[in-house]
């Protein structure tokens, strides 16, 4: 009696049946999840994880992933999720080492596909040495979803009595940027409309808190990290700006953007300083330790091409000045709503 | 420049743009969920919280809420979101401490459904001193979601050093239930049929860790807890059979339903044991402390209706049986599928 009438493996795509906590959820957790996942907590398969903490100072956080469509070049809904939620952690200073997984999944989903995201999943938490101990599946009518959607809330344990964050930077600060931008929301949106290139750009989807770790062992001063998702660079340096009351100035010479990723921008009328990145950060330190910083960063293959790209004001008017690259500067707004919708 | 062009008040639904990155998801964040969460964690608007703690042991869980309809009577998708995913903290013998919110909102979502629902998060939330810490909103084109889903994951603080669950249960131990059976289901359902009744049945949803806590302090073992939910009360037990590989035993006659969720069922066709709860719970206690346990139980509201619905048996087969109410003994199993859809 405990074996289910029809195994899973039978079962090509999510059934209603598969969210109704009867024996084909426990099949469907057992045999995906659990054995996707597997580590000794989860094992437990109780709704709690019960984790075992040292530190006393924690970072939590919560974030929904939507993205269409589900695979693309250089990541999926996968990687994104553990990569985008970990690097919020890492954003506070805080090593990502805990992660939940929350499923809504539209009946007529290929089991297969769920099988590919879940172990993009491990490989991505293996990668980072995070767990993913505690999860959830919903099912959803067909029409009523879009494929998967993925919940990954996260837990890191903070390394220093501080967090970085806006009200910590100080006039003449350095503002460093971790690499090229707008790799992540080309390739999706490419992706999204067909379109073809000689060599298909790839997300920039990675883990960010192996900088940010250098950068504490090398002892820099964080004042603010940012990670430049929705938004882009320019949303990002706008709301710090506005955080901080203070005004920040940038270079547009100084902000790396490749060919390819530049060339997709104006053939789909996009800023490139507004699309999505999800393995980018700005890094504000204390210009006397922008260099050493750079240094620290450049050993990092993913933040292998980091540079200054601007300066904190002594201006308090909570704005972000832009000079181009033939010297005109402007203000750098956030946009009203959106460029590209299902980006993350 | 740092006012919106439009006032979120003009915009009377969800636009895609609110989920984009930019100034009105900003704007949305603001006026709904920071103002309607409002504490000074949220207040510092990061991607992640940061949380002081005086536990090293602590129990994290996820939980993501589809319900179809949004409100029904005795509840609503929001008041099931905190309810949930705080039971399942409490389950682990936790205290609710922290909740994040992740929303999946549908273009065209009425903004003032939307602020319904956090009021009634918030209401929850300051019910059981939680606090929602941390959030994040996507959007998905109209059709490709369902009004709104929400994630809360938690955080609980561990009051003991030991987690009650399968494998602590012992022979002999008694099986308490901490209320009548299947309103939540029977609420949803009839709302979702157009069924109408004289007086509506109202869901049970509500916070199980006042009773977990009344029994810590009064002393009483907590061998496992298991919250009522998806499955209900049938899947449960048989789920605790299989984990602990003991034989437990229930009597139909013990185990209260209401007479007009019994008549519902009926209409419906549905199996009381197995209509989903949200605001019940089995615990499972040495014998000796059955009595004590259930005095505790009876005195907070929610669980004055508690009574002992079984024991534990020698036998190692990890099936659960029942004896009805005119003595006839069979296996209860856990369903295969799901007999409610979109229930939580």
Tied chains: 1, 2.
Excluded at 115 to 126: E, G, K, L
Excluded at 246 to 253: D, K
Aim: with cysteine.
């Amino acid at each position: 009696m405990n074996t289910c009438p029809v195994p899973l493996s039978e079962h090509k795509t999510i059934q209603m049946a598969h969210g109704g906590g009867g024996r084909l959820m426990r099949q469907l957790i057992d045999q995906i999840f659990v054995a996707g996942f597997d580590n000794e907590i989860l094992d437990e398969q109780s709704d709690s994880a019960v984790l075992d903490l040292t530190s006393d100072r924690l970072a939590f956080t919560t974030d929904s992933y939507v993205v269409q469509p589900l695979f693309f070049p250089g990541a999926d809904i996968g990687k994104l999720a553990v990569c985008g939620t970990a690097n919020d952690l890492a954003m506070a200073g805080a090593r990502p080492v805990y992660l939940s997984a929350g499923f809504i999944l539209e009946e007529g989903l290929s089991v297969a596909l769920l099988s590919d995201v879940v172990r993009s999943m491990r490989q991505q938490a293996d990668t980072a040495g995070i767990r993913i101990v505690t999860g959830d599946t919903k099912v959803v009518d067909r029409g009523k979803g879009d494929g998967i959607f993925i919940n990954t809330s996260g837990i890191g344990v903070m390394s220093s009595q501080t967090k970085p964050g806006p009200s910590a930077i100080r006039e003449g600060d350095a503002i460093l940027l971790s690499g090229d931008l707008g790799r992540h929301g080309i390739a999706v949106m490419t992706q999204r409309d067909g379109l073809t290139f000689e060599s298909p750009v790839e997300s920039d989807c990675d883990h960010l808190w192996p900088v940010v770790h250098a950068l504490q062992e090398h002892g820099v001063t964080l004042r603010c990290l940012r990670d430049l998702t929705r938004g882009g660079l320019a949303s990002a340096l706008v709301e710090v700006a506005e955080s901080a009351r203070l005004r920040l100035h940038v270079s547009a010479r100084a902000i790396p953007v490749r060919d390819d990723v530049r060339g997709a921008c104006e053939l789909l009328g996009l800023d490139p300083y507004y699309v999505a990145n999800e393995g980018r950060m700005i890094v504000i330190v204390p210009q006397a330790e922008a260099e050493q910083a750079l240094i620290c960063m450049r050993e990092q293959t993913i933040s292998a091409q980091a540079t200054c790209i601007g300066r904190i004001d002594g201006d308090g008017d909570g704005r972000v000045t832009i000079e181009s690259e033939i010297g005109v500067k402007r203000i750098l707004d956030m946009l009203s709503g959106e460029q590209l919708p299902r980006i993350c």
